[in-house]
């Protein structure tokens, strides 16, 4: 199965693609959608509208995963960030996807094993786990983390409902 994980952003959109078969994980895929900026932000959220669209012809995932915005001490560049993540999520709606949302910490559990993990501990752990990889940047590293956690997130629902199944449905 195909997932891609988006890092929003207005001015660098991280995205990655891996494949997932059973407990393993491949990378396909990864980059940053980047906005010609600070410009007229109409025009910059059709920028990442188009560029996800196309991404989503490409690639073709099955899943998606998306990091959850967390307000900073910035209140319009929160705004911002949460309009681009709100572009990312129509085009994943209109690929007709399903999207797991996962905040910042939750990801970095998933993949580091540390919920306040650094960027650099991110970074390394994809690499660990993507042997080989070229990172288009740290936004493509995260991304590349949004979708990994996603992953073990679908790993965990699938032994879920094996279990569940193999006790004749009783929870």
Not at 14 to 35: C, D, K, Y
Not at 149 to 163: P, S
Request: proline letters at 4%; aromatic letters at 2%; a positive charge.
């Amino acid at each position: 199965m195909r997932v891609m994980g988006i890092d929003p952003g207005l001015s660098n959109l991280g995205w990655g693609v891996i494949e997932v078969a059973g407990p393993r994980i491949r990378h396909v895929a990864n980059g940053i959608l980047r906005t010609a900026g600070p410009g007229e932000l109409p025009r910059r959220l059709c920028e990442l509208h188009a560029g996800l669209v196309a991404l989503l012809a490409e690639h073709a995932p099955a899943e998606a995963a998306i990091e959850q915005t967390f307000v900073n001490k910035d209140g319009a560049a929160t705004l911002k960030l949460g309009q681009a993540r709100g572009v990312a999520l129509l085009a994943l709606a209109q690929a007709g996807l399903e999207v797991g949302e996962y905040a910042p910490n939750a990801v970095k559990k998933a993949v580091v094993g540390v919920g306040h993990a650094d960027k650099r501990q991110v970074e390394h752990m994809v690499r660990h786990q993507l042997p080989g990889i070229a990172l288009a940047g740290a936004d493509a590293a995260d991304a590349l983390a949004i979708a990994i956690c996603h992953a073990h997130h679908l790993q965990g629902a699938g032994r879920f409902a094996r279990a569940l199944a193999a006790a004749g449905g009783r929870a």
